[in-house]
Structure formats: structure tokens, C-alpha cells
């Protein structure tokens, strides 16, 4: 599932304001990034295509049909894959290198880990 900024922008609209007509997501795209109505309906159309938004009539309602969380994931798995050979000790190790954690946060991602440990444990 590869969603493209200007997509990421349409369905963002979805995602906090609930389900909207095309034109009132333009309204707010026009305020927010100052796209014409014409570039609003053209995304949303790729977004139907693509099957992230259902068109609904009358009005030309818009409904999304993937959530902010499954995008996400699936563009942290895609970056793990093409850029760390699918090792995602690999990504971490990169990305906790070239981060400054305070205490709270080294806490956090201990527990995590722990979380996960017990949780892996648990189903053997």
C-alpha cells in the first residue's frame, strides 16, 4: 500500500473530521495547503482508484477505507524492508543511534521490550 503525500493529505481530512463531501475537503485543503478544487478531486479520485476512499451519492460523500495506523505500518515495514534487508534490529540499532534518549525514554523502550519478551514467552 503505497500512499503518496498528496493522498496522505486527503485522507488526514478523513481521518480527523470523519466522513466529508469532496467539496468540503477541498474547502479545507484550499485553507490548510491552498489547493485548488480541481487538485483536491483529482487526488481523491486516485484515492478511489486506489481503493483507500469509497465515493459515496448522493453528494459525493468520501469515506476512508484504510486507517491512519495500517498507512503507517505499512510504510515502517516498507522502510525495513528496502532499506534494512527486512531487519528490523537493524532499523532499530540505526534509528536509536541517531537519536539523543533521555531516561524516560530508554525506560520506555525497555518496557516495550520487555512487553514483548513476556508476551512472546507467554504464547510458546
Known amino acids: 500500500m503505497k500512499v503518496?503525500?498528496?493522498?496522505?493529505?486527503?485522507?488526514?481530512?478523513?481521518?480527523?473530521?470523519?466522513?466529508?463531501?469532496?467539496?468540503a475537503i477541498s474547502k479545507?485543503?484550499?485553507e490548510k495547503i491552498g489547493w485548488s478544487r480541481n487538485t483536491t478531486?483529482?487526488?481523491?479520485?486516485?484515492?478511489?482508484?486506489?481503493?483507500?476512499?469509497?465515493r459515496i451519492e448522493p453528494h459525493f460523500q468520501c469515506k476512508p477505507l484504510?486507517?491512519?495506523q495500517d498507512v503507517k505500518c505499512a510504510n515502517a515495514n516498507?522502510?525495513?524492508?528496502?532499506?534494512?534487508g527486512g531487519s528490523l534490529s537493524l532499523f532499530v540499532s540505526y534509528f536509536l543511534k541517531s537519536r539523543d534518549l533521555?531516561?524516560?525514554?530508554?525506560?520506555?523502550?525497555?518496557?516495550?521490550?520487555?512487553d514483548l519478551k513476556e508476551d512472546c514467552d507467554s504464547d510458546n
Not at 503518496?4 to 467539496?23: I, P
Not at 516498507?78 to 534494512?84: K, T
Open 102 to 114: 533521555n531516561s524516560d525514554e530508554i525506560n520506555e523502550l525497555s518496557k516495550l521490550v520487555q
Open 4 to 23: 503518496h503525500q498528496s493522498e496522505w493529505n486527503v485522507l488526514e481530512v478523513l481521518w480527523d473530521n470523519g466522513d466529508l463531501t469532496a467539496g
Open 78 to 84: 516498507e522502510i525495513v524492508e528496502q532499506q534494512f
Open 66 to 68: 484504510i486507517s491512519k
Open 41 to 54: 478531486y483529482t487526488i481523491i479520485n486516485r484515492c478511489i482508484k486506489k481503493g483507500f476512499i469509497e
Open 28 to 30: 479545507i485543503l484550499k
